[in-house]
């Protein structure tokens, strides 16, 4: 049993701060909270009212035959809050919610009022939701335990909601109601002092009623539990997730890396490695939400989707998304296309999407049969509410079978299309409001399945060499000539190369290497040589070779690294980095100054699995470059996996490590080459020396 139990389920509850006054927040609580069939007992102090359920303490009303009495709700301002939390746990309670605001969101007395909270229930080994939230809804337990109106229509389903927000958490609730799906549990996390987004998702895995779990996270504490609990999660039921903060840049690391990892575009990133579908609003949230708890695909790296609309427009605007969002949409079987061509009319497209015409009759055969192609893991199906043509439910409900996925979008009058969309919905068929609905279901359905696949994938090996490590110890500053040595011990290519002591000993460079060459400074404290005018390429004669050692004296170069330049390619930058938050994760993006321009970049928590490598380029808005376009070099998959696996197993096992980064790696048609590289490593403060 969770240790959650007593909360969300609790034998009986006592609401602290209760009132005569109905207006006040424990009055409002205690009303809420009457729809629970066990006991609700209001504790005032200053109140002794029995008949009227009011106790001046928890110890009283237990005494008096009420317990036992598991969850306190206190509605009383912050100074109040903790000796009543005492108070309460000697009489039993295990679990604790609290509303009141005033702790560490407002100011260094709000901090401590929050401390004395946080000691007391930790001391005790009460369960403490809050402070500072709205509180949370248990439908299935007829548990309102919230001040907000109208929460008590919120229904039982299958939906369970974690929230940063008590607000947040709230619009969620009514909107999946709204929706016709309902929730199993819904929370408000509030200043989480103790109960974490982490701590529910736990939970809710062994929650009978959830079916999938919708997140809202505006910031991490422990990143480390967080993925732990969603990877749990994810392999049993659907996690969605919103990730608040997009304009936050954050104050990292001065390379490129870090200023390309943010909080934001990190949490998302290793949130949906660990199994997580991410969406970009709230409505999406309900949503996909919505949809995936009542189906859920087998793990697939690409599986396949077909429309059936009896609208062309609308379909095409499903059909539209979905393709954007790398959904796979294959031909129909000639099979089934020759099935479909016997149940319509032949002005009509049938290979996929199937475009009915208005549904007839063999509407629902149609979906049944397009179901059935041995290419097709789910089938979206758009019709608007037309019941002079088709009766949709019917239609649908002889469609649907053990072995097929439907999801549904329409439109029409809402007197007509809700309570279809309900009777739908109750009998395990998703159904949403329009194309746009459609296709964030459906690509919510598909990342789900990808997801899974991916993290199924067997351990991708980046076990360092000893010669590595041993490179590695005790060494606290890396010039670009010592990181290439130590990526070449990790099997990465780097262009042939020699490094001078002294300016004049470079004059030798073109007889000690073949050109053209790039001249650049050689000096570990420099991370940025471009910005200073450390870098000169394509030098072919002495004379560009003397010029540029001389601009390099000028920029205050000591010592120079000549190497051969690389062929063309495609550049990429890759690194690792050590997030303050998740730990070490690793960076592919679009490289040199493209990759900051346009944050193109995806991230992901190692040890890497074989698949990640591919999921990662996926990611990118520019994958089709690294796939070979228009006829130019393509990524080794395998190769740029071993990589990133190899520079995140560099920040495991050598803590001293802060970041590692290659920018440019570029992509030749002779595999991966490394262009530059820079390492930095931690202070006895944990901060990156440079």
């Excluded at 109960?195 to 959830?210: E, G, R």
């Excluded at 049944?368 to 041995?374: L, R």
């Excluded at 690194?575 to 944050?599: C, I, K, N, Q, S």
């Amino acid at each position: 049993m969770s240790d959650l139990s007593a909360l969300f389920a609790p034998r009986g509850i006592a609401v602290i701060g209760a009132s005569a006054d109905p207006a006040k927040m424990g009055s409002v609580m205690a009303r809420s909270l009457a729809t629970f069939d066990g006991p609700v007992v209001g504790i005032n102090e200053r109140l002794d009212a029995p008949r009227d359920g009011l106790f001046p303490s928890v110890a009283a009303a237990v005494e008096a035959g009420h317990g036992p009495i598991d969850l306190a709700v206190l509605c009383i301002p912050a100074p109040l809050c903790a000796p009543a939390l005492d108070r309460a746990a000697q009489a039993g309670v295990r679990t604790a919610l609290v509303c009141a605001g005033g702790f560490a969101e407002v100011d260094e007395a709000g901090a401590a009022h929050q401390a004395a909270l946080a000691e007391v229930a930790a001391r005790h080994g009460v369960r403490l939701l809050g402070p500072n939230t709205s509180g949370f809804l248990a439908p299935h337990r007829r548990i309102h335990g919230t001040f907000v109106p109208g929460a008590a229509a919120v229904p039982a389903g299958g939906v369970g909601v974690v929230a940063a927000s008590g607000g947040v958490n709230h619009v969620l609730a009514f909107r999946l109601a709204d929706a016709g799906y309902g929730v199993s549990v819904a929370v408000g996390l509030g200043n989480a002092v103790d109960v974490s987004t982490a701590d529910v998702i736990d939970h809710l895995v062994a929650d009978p009623d959830t079916t999938t779990i919708a997140l809202h996270i505006e910031s991490v504490a422990d990143g480390q539990r967080l993925l732990e609990s969603v990877r749990r999660a994810a392999a049993v039921k659907p996690v969605v997730a919103l990730v608040v903060g997009k304009a936050d840049v954050g104050d990292f690391a001065k390379s490129h890396t870090g200023a390309l990892a943010t909080a934001w575009r990190t949490t998302r990133s290793v949130l949906a490695q660990a199994g997580a579908v991410i969406v970009d609003d709230e409505q999406e949230l309900v949503t996909a939400a919505g949809q995936l708890s009542l189906s859920r695909l087998a793990p697939s790296a690409s599986p396949g989707v077909a429309l059936v609309t009896a609208q062309a427009g609308p379909g095409l605007l499903v059909m539209d998304t979905l393709r954007s969002s790398g959904v796979a949409m294959p031909l129909l079987a000639p099979q089934t296309q020759a099935a479909v061509g016997d149940l319509l009319p032949p002005m009509t497209y049938q290979a996929n999407p199937v475009d009915t015409g208005r549904p007839g009759e063999t509407f629902g055969q149609i979906v049944s049969t397009v179901a059935d192609d041995p290419t097709i893991d789910l089938v979206a199906v758009y019709a608007l509410s037309e019941p002079d043509a088709v009766d949709l439910g019917v239609a649908l409900r002889g469609a649907l079978a053990a072995d097929r996925t439907i999801a549904v979008g329409t439109g029409g009058v809402e007197a007509e299309t809700v309570p279809e969309r309900n009777k739908l919905i109750a009998d395990g068929i998703a159904t949403h409001e329009g194309p746009t609905a459609l296709a964030v279901a459906v690509t919510a359905m598909v990342r789900d399945a990808r997801q899974r696949h991916r993290a199924a994938s067997s351990p991708r090996d980046a076990a360092l060499p000893p010669a590595a490590s041993a490179l590695l110890e005790g060494k606290r500053a890396w010039d670009e000539d010592q990181a290439k040595e130590l990526l070449g011990l990790l099997g990465i290519s780097t262009p042939r190369r020699r490094a001078y002591a002294l300016l004049d000993e470079a004059r030798t460079a073109l007889d000690d290497l073949d050109g053209p060459l790039a001249v650049k400074i050689l000096d570990a404290a420099v991370l940025h040589k471009t910005d200073i005018g450390g870098v000169h390429l394509g030098v072919t004669t002495q004379a560009e070779l003397d010029k540029a050692l001389e601009a390099l004296g000028e920029a205050g170069a000591e010592r120079v690294l000549a190497e051969e330049m690389a062929p063309s390619g495609i550049d990429l930058i890759v690194g690792a980095r050590r997030d303050p938050v998740f730990g070490p994760v690793v960076l592919l993006g679009l490289g040199g100054t493209v990759a900051e321009a346009l944050a193109d970049v995806a991230i992901a928590a190692p040890p890497l699995r074989t698949a990640d490598g591919a999921a990662l380029v996926d990611e990118l808005a520019g994958a089709a470059v690294l796939h070979g376009w228009r006829g130019g070099p393509a990524a080794d998959l395998d190769q740029l996996t071993g990589v990133l696996a190899s520079l995140g197993q560099l920040l495991i096992d050598h803590p001293h490590l802060d970041e590692v980064e290659i920018n440019p790696l570029r992509i030749t048609r002779e595999g991966l080459v490394a262009l530059d590289a820079v390492i930095t490593v931690r202070s006895s403060d944990g901060h990156a020396d440079q």
